[in-house]
């Protein structure tokens, strides 16, 4: 996923040609091993 790899929201949805974020939530799926690293760093205090 785009927003992985630190783009926002309206940048991927933008790129994905997706009319609204409805749709780019829909059809996008986090993984989870993505998640827990984020909340590492954040946790570390490293952004």
Do not use: N
């Not at 996923?1 to 009319?19: T, Y």
């Not at 749709?23 to 946790?43: D, F, G, P």
Request: no cysteine; proline share 2%.
């Amino acid at each position: 996923m785009r927003s992985e790899a630190g783009l926002s929201i309206p940048e991927v949805a933008l790129m994905s040609v997706h009319r609204d974020t409805r749709m780019l939530m829909r059809y996008t799926h986090l993984r989870r091993e993505a998640l827990a690293e984020k909340l590492a760093q954040v946790s570390l205090g490293q952004t």
